[in-house]
């Protein structure tokens, strides 16, 4: 099946710090990657969603000066936690879908684990 | 916004039991899918079903679709210690193309 590389796997920084997190999609082209946030023993919540070559679009509530995101190729897009706060401590994941489909099923990264001092 | 609501939250069965949870919706779907996620890990998709399919089967797993009351179930025979995990139901709203929308998610333990 299509493997979606997440990394870190996990990361600890003090606050004030940015973070980078990267996701690519090793064995297939992703024009589409969604990045979401899931806090201990909840839902994953979308944060935004990602398209090659252009702006990433953001959910309501979450703040696109905080969490910047890059996509700048088919397989590779990036999740910037700037100047973190503790409460920005979470499981970050990304997931991607193949180019050509447009609904089905999304393949995901195994997460980063973001802890802010 | 979150549409997908799953019930039981939690469920401890024995192995060897079937495991049945289940998923509310509240929009139109193109399809609904069903995801399980180990602690600490990232998603693992299990098995889709379209609209207007009503009953699809992969394995051990059987999820069946009822579009008229918006809800899904998945049922997983003969549960196995290694089946603990938490799943996830997860729509994709019509039309399709849009993102998926997680539920809430049924944490399964499986006792030995």
């Known amino acids: 099946g299509a493997v979606v590389s997440q990394h870190p796997s996990w990361v600890i920084c003090k606050s004030g710090t940015s973070v980078k997190i990267e996701c690519r999609s090793l064995d297939f082209q992703a024009t589409t990657m969604f990045w979401y946030r899931q806090f201990p023993k909840q839902s994953l919540m979308l944060m935004a969603t990602s398209n090659e070559g252009s702006k990433a679009t953001y959910e309501q509530g979450v703040e696109k000066d905080k969490f910047l995101i890059n996509h700048a190729s088919l397989t590779l897009s990036t999740l910037t936690v700037t100047s973190a706060h503790p409460e920005d401590s979470s499981f970050y994941i990304c997931?991607?879908?193949?180019?050509?489909?447009?609904?089905?099923?999304?393949?995901f990264g195994e997460g980063s684990r973001l802890t802010v001092l | 916004s979150q549409q997908g609501e799953e019930d039981p939250q939690a469920l401890s069965i024995q192995e060897g039991e079937n495991a049945t949870m289940n998923c509310s919706y509240k929009?139109?779907?193109?399809?609904l899918q069903w995801y399980r996620q180990n602690s600490g890990r990232g998603l693992v998709h299990l098995i889709l079903i379209r609209s207007n399919e009503r009953e699809k089967h992969s394995g051990r797993l059987r999820v069946t679709l009822d579009t008229s009351k918006k809800s899904s179930s998945l049922l997983i025979t003969a549960s196995r210690a290694a089946d603990t995990a938490s799943y996830f139901c997860a729509t994709d709203p019509y039309p399709s193309g849009s993102r998926l929308t997680f539920g809430e998610g049924t944490q399964l333990t499986v006792n030995p």
């Open positions: 929009t139109s779907i193109n399809n």
């Open positions: 997931s991607a879908r193949s180019v050509g489909r447009v609904a089905g099923e999304l393949f």
